[in-house]
């Protein structure tokens, strides 16, 4: 009997990368935490979608809140934090991990005790882009009122239909305007050199991680969503360095050999699909062996997505952040966003669309106001709407997804 044959279908291929991943996920906690511990170096927070490269260029080690928040959710703890923050009087209904985060604080918990950290780090600036949410400048506004440290942000127009030179300018001006406050703190002087370097360095990465996620568009697919939620752990939390640069590259190489010896992420891929919406990440193991029982490749995502600034550009970096950060799918109007999405799932040969809509982050749902049906319209790819939430359990009803997603899965099996 063959390997295939023996093999159990929810047996996912493990990345061989994910030795690479772990050391240098491990190699950043270890230099926040020295940071932290010894203060030799200025620690900054950031949003996910923040300027990481202007931190970085003035020597900040960068800790990012919504990693924290993916790793309360990851964990299966939110629930247990979430009522905390409710009792100080954040609403159930936003963003949860604000929520986990901030009662996770509160509760004096973290995943980081596990690494030693007696807490999480403490920050010496916050800094913010509303790019992606405005519930970002409320979270970290939360740690400046209790650390009494400086907040500086930079305010994006939403649901942005034509990136005009006005916005580019605005967004730009904000970037030079915060500069003198977060010098203060990093007790140097801006260098636009490093600036330039850091810029290129986030391109670099960015078009490596691009470049990962291309990969899928091979059938059968190499990598899926649930292997990217995870390995973009760089991506985000070490843009503008050459840790995150170095990673990438070695991940592309274990890719393109998959893609040389048809190895796919899920044993017998016969279906591929497109995820919008944020993770379920208190799910994502078992949702990746569903998924792969029902011969089913995650193929594509706008999360994952979402990562990929590569109009960064060294010879321009305070105009072409502005532009990279400002052409990001979840701040652009839907009209973009569907003729974006049209043509991913052309793309990566998408069969069909599962949004999931999580009930405490509207930005990142957009099946909302109708999004799906005009799409469906113009492709004729079926879709199918799970409800959850991206931290908080009491959000999902997992018997139910997973009896939707089984017969959606049954429906195109039918097509076929
Ligand atoms: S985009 Fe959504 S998940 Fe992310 S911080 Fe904002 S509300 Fe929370």
Redesign the pocket.
Same mark, same amino acid.
Do not use: D, G, K
């Given at each position: 009997m063959s390997d295939k044959l023996t093999q159990d279908k929810t047996e996912l291929v493990k990345l061989r990368s994910a030795g690479d991943l772990r050391n240098t996920m491990d190699a950043y906690f270890a230099r926040l935490k020295e940071a932290a511990e010894t203060r030799s170096r200025k620690i900054a927070w950031c949003t996910?979608v923040g300027p990481a490269e202007l931190l970085y260029s003035l020597g900040f080690e960068v800790y990012f809140p919504?990693n924290h928040g993916a790793m309360l959710g990851a964990g299966k703890n939110a629930d247990k934090y979430i009522p905390t923050a409710v009792a100080h009087g954040y609403s159930p209904d936003i =963003?949860s991990? $604000?929520t986990s985060d901030i009662g996770a604080f509160l509760q004096n918990e973290t995943p980081l005790q596990k690494s030693g950290f007696s807490s999480i780090p403490r920050p010496d600036i916050l800094v913010y882009n509303t790019n992606? =949410?405005k519930?970002?400048e409320d979270?970290l506004s939360f740690y400046a009122r209790h650390f009494q440290v400086p907040i500086v942000g930079i305010h994006t127009p939403l649901c942005i239909p034509d990136l005009s030179p006005e916005i580019i300018r605005s967004v730009s001006d904000q970037y030079h305007r915060i500069i003198p406050e977060v010098e203060k703190v990093a007790g140097r002087k801006f260098d636009m050199d490093r600036f330039r370097e850091t810029v290129g360095l986030s391109h670099d990465g960015c078009v490596l991680w691009r470049h990962v996620l291309e990969k899928a568009r091979h059938i059968p697919s190499p990598v899926n969503f649930f292997d990217s939620a995870i390995h973009m752990g760089p991506i985000v939390v070490m843009r503008g360095t050459r840790y995150a640069v170095d990673y990438y590259k070695i991940l592309l190489t274990e890719l393109e050999e998959r893609v040389n010896t048809n190895i796919s992420a899920v044993p017998d891929e016969r279906f591929r699909i497109y995820w919008e919406g944020?993770p379920i990440w208190y799910r994502l193991s078992s949702l990746a062996k569903l998924f792969a029982k029902l011969d089913t490749c995650i193929v594509a995502s706008t999360y994952c997505n979402s990562w990929v600034f590569d109009d960064l550009d060294p010879a321009d970096p305070f105009e072409s952040s502005a532009l990279a950060y400002s052409k990001l799918f979840?701040v652009r109007s839907d009209t973009v966003k569907e003729k974006i999405l049209e043509q991913l799932l052309k793309e990566f040969t998408v069969q069909g669309i599962i949004y999931h809509d999580s009930k405490? =982050?509207a930005?990142?749902s957009n099946n909302r106001f109708g999004l799906q049906n005009r799409l469906f319209k113009q492709t004729g790819i079926p879709y199918l709407e799970i409800n959850g939430d $991206?931290n908080d359990p009491r959000c999902y009803s997992e018997e139910q997804s997973i009896i939707a997603i089984e017969t959606f899965i049954d429906q195109l099996a039918g097509k076929m």
């Open positions: 996910s919504e =963003c991990y $604000l992606q =949410c519930e970002v979270w944020m979840i405490t =982050c930005r990142n $991206l």
